[in-house]
């Protein structure tokens, strides 16, 4: 934001120069990132007098000009603009000052010129009659500057602009306002906080304040039908109003900002409004462009066409709110006003608008329309509840001043829903507490008097303050620590001589720890972390919006859609990992990389009911695992035969998860449901509830991302992982035992398709305890096995604390077959 050291000077008196006080602004919380030197010395430059005007002898486009420049005899100038004619004062660069010009290779571009006494086109030119831009006052090249018949020849320029309150130079400084800072959005709002912090008198231009009703009420009607998104509507009006250009000095201000001069309308709402003098934005109507001379406030219900100031035609959807006269919208409200009213050269009434609308409501429609602007900017954040009809006189007044308008008696002040009176408790020795340092309650008072808060010391010493309308980021006592604080001096709280640190160690969190160990493990099997974008579009989102871990046997939880996106592209927070992983995997696919090995912690996000536990009502949002996996089983290397990864490699590394987070409650069963995404799946069940899911990818899905060998993933609910992990915080030595191991082979009949891993369960729970491990190493179907069936060969050992026998270990055995037939049908394979 561009704050101008000048115009401050007006509001506070201090004695800074433009480097402290940019130091004090700083410490005293408005941070001012640069300052930027516009203007230029103009030594040299004095008041002359066009006596007479003469043709060039020698050139067509040059005039010889005798000035008067209050020595004995008048010089002789060459000029070569249209505009100068005998009797003119004007400004005068003697030979010998230097000015900044554009360049003649780039225009754009200025560089010092010594005037100097040159002979041009064989006549003497004593100097240089100056047009606006060249004495840096302003853009405008249009011909030489005119001053008024007042102007003292040989007066030195720069005493002629001071008179008429116009400087020379200027210091422009570019303050990084926060958001919660919305009362320092201008002018005064800066100079309030330079008055606080310097000990200077802050003073307000005076306003002759109109009292509601009267003629102006009489002339023009308002209408609130949207109170919620405008609680308050001023409406002045001034007659009889000559559009014209701005005097210097206006246009010198707002050139010192960035702001390009327009008319004296159009700039001293600008002047009063935004950045500028009070911060209240403002909007000029052409009055008699109103139809009934009314204005309406009200909300679209539906979309609807509109016209704005830059000529361009909008589709304003349903819940914008908008000032409309008896027949048409005239304004995007607190955004921008229409072509259809806007102030022009013909203007002769001028309706002015000073208006207080909901911060969320403009933030909505400023999104909504892609249209960020200077008004919306700050209705955004917060204007002063309270300054309207301030912000409206004040135009009013330099309107009728400088059009030379009148201003109708009386207001409408459409004001449904009064603010109400905040007031926030401040206790001293919490403040002191909290600052480290002893502040006297006196001094505390005294600086939160001098930012506009209203202060009452009561009988227990603590200090009840009158919030200001223009700070509503004044909520709780805290914040009344701050703004003393900063007003004190962030560089008088001295440092602590001692600084308390906490009794204990900080400890990882649970899940921190068991998420670093699993990462390791997947890093060890060849896997590669990966972060995707938490944010789809909505048919990819509807597409991968997976019940199996939200609300499985009930179908999908509805996705979340994000209001007002950047672009469709991120429409929707993401309802699961895998539609991220699967564009990772073509990426790769598409770059070369054959070997797809990836997993990814990561939040996923739906809408839930209303009675669902969750930190905002209404959304449901969970940590979940990935992992995926494609293409060979490895990168092809010398001593290992290439494969294709397959199902059970998936399978395997999930096991491997779930072993390393010692959860013996969890299974891996055939799913219970069907999933449009995947081929076929497990279901992972911890203590019978499903917490994730391993699959094949549809074959069809893949071919979407370009993958062309099978994909396979894998997605866990990852906190319902940590709750059931089991730590195993104290390690036990356990030496390798000096008892031999006693193998056996067992070669089963089964049906052909019943799942092998009950089976192994039931052999673990029959030869406990002296079974050790089981495993399989041979699935055979075909000759010499029976139709329908399949042979299965387990490795089984057995192990103790002492020399095992044969006979107990055949028992064992034994039992082990009986409880397979009686279980899974399973007999001994002859």
């Not at 900017?377 to 009013?396: I, L, M, S």
Request: glycine share 8%; aromatic share 6%.
């Amino acid at each position: 934001m561009d704050i101008s050291y000048n115009w401050l000077a007006q509001y506070v008196d201090h004695d800074l120069a433009p480097e402290a006080l940019a130091e004090v602004l700083t410490m005293g919380g408005l941070e001012v990132e640069g300052i930027d030197r516009i203007g230029q010395s103009l030594d040299g430059v004095i008041v002359g007098q066009v006596l007479a005007v003469e043709a060039h002898p020698n050139a067509d486009r040059l005039v010889l000009c005798d000035v008067d420049c209050g020595d004995d005899e008048p010089v002789q100038i060459a000029c070569g603009a249209d505009n100068v004619a005998a009797g003119q004062h004007v400004p005068v660069a003697t030979p010998g000052t230097t000015l900044e010009l554009p360049s003649r290779q780039n225009p754009t571009v200025y560089e010092p010129v010594t005037i100097e006494t040159r002979t041009i086109r064989g006549e003497t030119s004593h100097g240089m009659i100056c047009a606006e831009d060249e004495l840096g006052l302003s853009e405008d090249h249009a011909g030489i500057m005119v001053l008024d018949d007042a102007a003292e020849v040989g007066q030195a320029f720069t005493e002629y602009l001071a008179a008429r309150s116009i400087e020379s130079t200027d210091a422009v400084f570019d303050i990084g306002l926060t958001p919660n800072r919305p009362d320092a959005a201008s002018h005064f709002g800066v100079a309030r906080d330079a008055a606080a912090l310097t000990g200077s008198t802050l003073t307000r231009p005076e306003v002759d304040r109109p009292e509601e009703g009267g003629d102006a009420a009489d002339a023009v009607g308002v209408e609130i039908q949207a109170p919620e998104g405008c609680p308050r509507y001023v409406a002045l009006l001034v007659r009889d109003v000559a559009v014209q250009e701005s005097p210097t000095w206006l246009k010198r201000r707002l050139a010192s900002i960035g702001l390009r001069p327009r008319n004296n309308v159009v700039d001293v709402t600008n002047f009063v409004l935004l950045l500028h003098e009070i911060g209240q934005p403002l909007h000029a109507f052409d009055f008699d462009t109103l139809a009934d001379h009314r204005i309406v406030v009200r909300k679209t219900e539906s979309e609807e066409p509109f016209t704005t100031l830059d000529d361009t035609e909008r589709t304003l959807p349903a819940g914008t709110l908008l000032i409309c006269d008896a027949e048409r919208p005239v304004a995007i409200a607190g955004v921008m006003g229409g072509a259809n009213s806007e102030v022009s050269e013909a203007t002769t009434d001028v309706l002015i608008e000073s208006a207080y609308f909901d911060p969320s409501t403009i933030r909505k429609t400023a999104n909504a329309l892609n249209l960020q602007t200077d008004s919306s900017y700050r209705f955004e954040r917060g204007v002063d509840r309270d300054g309207q009809v301030w912000a409206a006189a004040r135009a009013a007044e330099l309107i009728a001043q400088l059009g030379g308008g009148t201003i109708v008696p009386g207001m409408v002040d459409a004001h449904p829903t009064p603010p109400e009176v905040r007031t926030v408790a401040l206790r001293p020795d919490r403040l002191n507490a909290l600052l480290g340092v002893d502040i006297p309650v006196s001094k505390a008072i005294f600086l939160l008097e001098q930012i506009g808060f209203a202060v009452a010391r009561g009988e227990d010493d603590v200090l009840r303050c009158t919030v200001p309308t223009f700070r509503p980021d004044v909520e709780q006592e805290v914040d009344l620590i701050e703004e003393v604080a900063r007003l004190y001096g962030y560089d008088h709280i001295p440092e602590p001589e001692r600084v308390p640190l906490p009794s204990h160690l900080p400890r990882e969190l649970r899940a921190d720890r068991l998420r670093q160990q699993v990462s390791e493990l997947l890093r060890g099997r060849g896997f590669r972390e990966i972060q995707t974008n938490s944010m789809l579009r909505a048919d990819r989102a509807a597409r991968f919006n997976r019940p199996a871990l939200t609300a499985p046997g009930d179908g999908a939880l509805p996705i979340v859609e994000t209001m007002n996106p950047i672009s469709q592209e991120m429409a929707t927070l993401r309802p699961s990992l895998l539609p991220g992983a699967l564009e990772v995997m073509q990426h790769n696919r598409n770059h070369g990389q054959e070997a797809l090995r990836f997993f990814e912690f990561g939040h996923v996000f739906h809408r839930s009911g209303p009675d669902a536990a969750s930190v905002v009502p209404g959304f449901f949002e969970q940590e979940t695992m990935l992992i995926a996996l494609s293409g060979p089983h490895a990168p092809t290397h010398w001593d290992q035969a290439p494969r294709e990864a397959d199902f059970f490699d998936l399978k395997g590394t999930v096991a491997s998860v779930l072993d390393a987070l010692h959860i013996e409650a969890a299974e891996m069963v055939p799913a219970t449901t069907d999933d449009a995404l995947t081929t076929y799946q497990l279901d992972v069940l911890v203590a019978g509830a499903q917490v994730g899911t391993v699959a094949r990818v549809d074959d069809a899905v893949a071919d979407d991302f370009d993958l062309t060998a099978p994909a396979f993933v894998a997605e866990l609910d990852w906190a319902t992982l940590v709750d059931a992990a089991d730590l195993h915080e104290e390690r036990c030595y356990t030496p390798i035992s000096r008892f031999p191991i006693v193998e056996r082979d067992l070669a089963i009949l089964a049906d052909a398709d019943a799942p092998v891993g009950p089976m192994m369960d039931t052999l673990r729970a029959e030869g406990a305890p002296l079974l050790q491990d089981v495993s399989v190493f041979d699935i055979y179907e075909g000759e010499g096995i029976p139709s329908g069936q399949k042979s299965v060969a387990f490795g089984l050992r057995f192990g103790a604390d002492r020399t095992l026998k044969d006979q107990e270990v055949d028992a064992l055995v034994k039992a082990m077959l009986t409880a397979l037939k009686k279980h899974h049908g399973a007999t001994l394979r002859q």
